[in-house]
């Protein structure tokens, strides 16, 4: 189960701690007073004599470590001296009379209660709700970055007011969450573009998290929900000691009446008039009675999401001070036998592999009395699934390696070291034979999509590699940027387009094209079905066509993919009918 790590130096109540929102650290340098060794947080104690990177050098994963900076470090501790004493609550928690003072869940992990919300923050929410309900509404484009950009600013104001400044891997993150959300801008496909968007929501919760440890990496996403009502809270409180504390009070209100009347009245008179509604133009877009719910709704989900990722920004959860216990050391022959035996049987079958690699595929299939496709077919899954598994094992063998020395540590870097060089061979197996059924059936979007996610966990083996080597400290980001440079890869290089290109290819080498696939395919594969042959070009693309529609959406909510497909159906617009397609389907499948 995961503990709350307990804290190394905390700021004691004093005059010094004043200013440090949170009751921060601060200074990592130990008083005179300390003892030479430096309690974990399962009790145990470590002897001075054992290096920084220990844990690291345990196993490919390595050990979670301390922080390495003040902003990530452990804020006050609970008790002044001693650990073994229950929690004493905090100041700014009150408990119902009688009731047993009881920490709230999460209470060890939050940095503390932010301070008062920046009148930038307040407008950069309210800036947000306005661009998601006027943009968000006609689909997800450029739109999406657009509405991004002010969330982005009040999560810069609220972190500024709470003394946190950017750091090199905040910046990485933040970039990488924005650059994410161009691929909705760039193309048509629906799944490039969802798997952006959800990545880009978790490069988001690690720049406002700061974290760096795998239960940060993995949990970091729940801490925006955490913030949803707490933020709308904070934002609400905000709002009101302005609106009753300034001058200005009077004139806000009648701002603020003054906008939900506009909005209101606006929208009824614009759908009762067509040349009213044409009158307000793009600045109401869509202005009906029908729209009107769902637009304040998309302004209401603006306006607390930008509040959520403010309030994360000023009070995150540090989800690092979550440590996994490791598991009970095991003998080395309880753990290694097991494993020496697994890397036989990898080893095995990789002889066996590298000799289909280089050539060996007549002999085989002559022997298992399989197709070409058929034997490709029937490999690809197992050995994925063997790839997931073995990184399984590999965590499950580190958490109960042995760890009584240099030898031990030794012994699991080989055993561990040799597991994961012949998973690098099952891998490109797995990828052969997806390219050996690719050539007999041509890409389809899952052949795709399977495949990369087997290059993603060959390339997670090899940051395993490289972690028993150099210590694990980097390793759990590492696999995060990994991933994420994966999806944005995947949809740059747009795998719709990708699969028309590859079964135009075919076309041409072999005559055979799988017209019905074709015509479910989004508007990114339209440049390469434009250079298809009549009349299979025009039943190609009718499909696409049919999938568009006649009319154009706004230029905020239309893609690149989008934009291209249409100046090529309006330059040539399929002609063929029905007969014919199903005619040219026939041939080109069995010719």
């Known amino acids: 189960m995961p503990v709350p790590r307990r804290p190394r130096h905390a700021c004691v109540p004093s005059a010094a701690c004043a200013d440090r929102p949170g009751g921060g650290p601060v200074s990592d340098t130990p008083s005179p007073s300390s003892t030479p060794s430096t309690p974990e947080p399962s009790g145990r104690e470590v002897p001075s004599d054992v290096p920084s990177d220990a844990a690291g050098a345990y196993g490919p994963l390595g050990e979670a470590e301390e922080p390495e900076d003040v902003e990530d470090a452990v804020p006050a501790q609970r008790a002044a001296e001693g650990g073994s004493r229950p929690p004493r609550p905090r100041a700014d928690w009150e408990y119902p009379?009688?009731?047993?003072?009881?920490?709230?869940?999460?209470?060890?992990?939050?940095?503390?209660?932010?301070?008062?919300?920046?009148?930038?923050?307040?407008c950069a929410a309210l800036a947000t709700g306005l661009l998601a309900m006027l943009l968000l509404g006609d689909g997800l484009a450029l739109n999406l970055l657009i509405v991004a950009v002010p969330t982005a600013l009040a999560a810069y104001f609220a972190a500024e007011q709470a003394g946190r400044r950017p750091r090199p891997w905040t910046l990485a993150w933040a970039i990488g969450g924005l650059a994410l959300l161009s691929v909705p801008a760039l193309r048509d496909a629906g799944l490039p573009s969802f798997l952006a968007i959800v990545s880009a929501i978790a490069l988001g919760s690690l720049a406002l998290h700061g974290c760096r440890t795998w239960p940060g990496v993995l949990l970091g996403p729940l801490g925006l929900f955490d913030a949803v009502l707490s933020g709308l809270g904070w934002g609400w409180r905000g709002v009101r000691g302005r609106a009753s504390g300034t001058r200005s009070a009077p004139v806000l209100r009648a701002v603020s009446v003054t906008v939900v009347l506009l909005l209101v009245f606006g929208a009824l008179f614009a759908g009762a008039d067509a040349a009213f509604a044409g009158l307000l133009g793009d600045l109401m877009p869509d202005a009906s009675v029908s729209e009107g719910p769902w637009r304040l709704l998309l302004f209401a989900a603006g306006v607390v999401g930008a509040l959520a990722v403010a309030h994360t920004a000023a009070?995150?959860?540090?989800?690092?001070?979550?440590?996994?216990?490791?598991?009970?050391?095991?003998?080395?022959?309880?753990?290694a036998l097991p494993l020496i035996v697994l890397n036989l049987l990898f080893a095995a079958f990789n002889v066996v592999q590298l000799a289909v690699l280089f050539g060996g595929y007549d002999a085989v299939l002559e022997k298992t009395d399989l197709s070409y496709s058929a034997y490709?077919?029937?490999?690809?899954?197992?050995?994925?699934?063997?790839?997931?598994?073995?990184?399984?094992?590999?965590?499950?063998?580190?958490?109960?390696?042995?760890?009584?020395?240099?030898?031990?540590?030794?012994?699991?870097?080989?055993?561990?070291?040799?597991?994961?060089?012949?998973?690098?061979?099952?891998?490109?197996?797995?990828?052969?034979?997806?390219?050996?059924?690719?050539?007999?059936?041509?890409?389809?979007?899952?052949?795709?999509?399977?495949?990369?996610?087997?290059?993603?966990?060959g390339l997670v083996v090899v940051l395993i590699m490289a972690a028993g080597v150099w210590g694990a400290r980097w390793l759990p980001r590492a696999v995060a940027a990994g991933a994420a440079a994966g999806v944005l890869a995947f949809g740059l290089l747009s795998p719709d387009g990708l699969i028309a290109e590859r079964n135009v290819q075919r076309y041409e080498d072999t005559g055979k094209f799988d017209l019905e696939y074709a015509r479910g395919l989004s508007a990114?594969?339209?440049?390469?079905?434009?250079?298809?042959?009549?009349?299979?070009?025009?039943?190609?693309?009718?499909?696409?066509?049919?999938?568009?529609?006649?009319?154009?959406?706004?230029?905020?909510?239309?893609?690149?993919g989008e934009s291209r497909a249409r100046e090529i159906i309006k330059e040539r617009p399929p002609m063929a009918d029905s007969q014919s397609c199903r005619e040219s389907g026939q041939e080109s499948a069995y010719r």
């Open 315 to 335: 009070a995150p959860v540090r989800w690092d001070r979550l440590v996994v216990e490791p598991g009970r050391a095991r003998g080395r022959v309880e753990w």
């Open 376 to 457: 490709a077919r029937q490999g690809f899954w197992q050995l994925l699934v063997a790839t997931l598994l073995t990184l399984v094992v590999i965590v499950l063998a580190q958490r109960w390696a042995p760890r009584d020395g240099a030898r031990d540590r030794n012994l699991v870097r080989a055993v561990l070291g040799t597991l994961c060089a012949l998973t690098l061979v099952v891998v490109a197996s797995a990828v052969r034979r997806m390219d050996m059924y690719v050539e007999a059936y041509g890409l389809t979007r899952l052949r795709v999509s399977v495949v990369s996610v087997e290059l993603w966990l």
């Open 524 to 560: 990114d594969a339209a440049p390469a079905f434009d250079g298809l042959p009549e009349p299979l070009r025009s039943c190609a693309l009718e499909g696409i066509a049919n999938g568009l529609g006649a009319e154009q959406g706004p230029w905020y909510a239309t893609s690149l």
């Open 97 to 122: 009379a009688g009731a047993s003072p009881r920490e709230p869940l999460l209470a060890d992990l939050r940095a503390g209660p932010p301070s008062a919300v920046r009148t930038g923050t307040l």
